[in-house]
């Protein structure tokens, strides 16, 4: 099946720092990236989607200034957490959708915020 | 809007027995999709099955069927033969249409010896 990239897997920062997650589509071309976050023992909660080469569409309640989406390709697209908080700190998965209508997520990124 | 909602929190089952995992649902979009993901420890989300709210048959894969119950605005998971490696997270997510995929709040099913 078709395989989605997400870079870092794991990353460990200081409070107030910037980190950015990569998403990647390997062998097809995603026109929609989906975002989600997940806390510990909880779902996986939808924090926004973005289309190639346009802005991002945010979940209410997900500050967009803070959380900063690019979908500059067809097969990439990037999510930085600008001023990072310990409660930041949570699993961030992306998926992909290509034109065919199939989806498939990356494997996580865990951010550790000190 | 739309709900997915699962009830259970956890399940247990014994190794080599069938096992319904639920969910129900509530959209008011005729075109919908049904899916379910296992997640385990390490995080990857897992596809296991897909229903189609056209779909006339409820779908199987392998040792994984859908019990589709669109009336009653249910897709129940059913594992048979359970196995030690299935315990994990079980989610159930709902797509209307070519919109964003909505998850449940998850099951963990754990699978005993």
């Known amino acids: 099946g078709a395989v989605v990239s997400q870079h870092p897997s794991w990353v460990i920062c200081k409070s107030g720092t910037s980190v950015k997650i990569e998403c990647r589509s390997l062998?097809?071309?995603?026109?929609?990236m989906f975002w989600y976050r997940q806390f510990p023992k909880q779902s996986l909660m939808l924090m926004a989607t973005?289309?190639?080469?346009?802005?991002?569409?945010?979940e209410q309640g997900v500050e967009k200034d803070k959380f900063l989406i690019n979908h500059a390709s067809l097969t990439l697209s990037t999510l930085t957490v600008t001023s990072a908080h310990p409660e930041d700190s949570s699993f961030y998965i992306c998926s992909a959708r290509g034109y065919n209508g199939e989806q498939f997520f990356g494997p996580g990124t865990r951010l550790t915020v000190l | 809007a739309q709900k997915i909602t699962q009830t259970q929190p956890g399940m247990f089952v014994q190794e080599k027995e069938a096992v319904t995992l639920d969910c129900t649902y509530d959209t008011s979009d005729p075109s919908y999709g049904l899916f379910w993901y296992k997640q385990p420890s390490s995080g990857e989300m897992i596809f296991l099955i897909y229903?189609?709210?056209?779909?006339?048959q409820n779908a199987t894969e392998g040792r994984y069927s859908l019990n589709f119950q669109k009336a009653r605005k249910s897709a129940n998971l059913v594992i048979s033969a359970s196995q030690l490696g299935d315990s994990a997270m079980y989610f159930c997510?709902?797509?209307?249409?070519?919109?964003?995929?909505?998850f449940g709040a998850g099951t963990r099913l754990t699978v005993k010896p």
């Open positions: 973005s289309n190639e080469g346009s802005k991002a569409t945010y």
């Open positions: 997510a709902l797509r209307r249409g070519n919109n964003d995929m909505r």
């Open positions: 229903q189609g709210s056209y779909d006339q």
């Open positions: 062998d097809f071309q995603a026109t929609t």
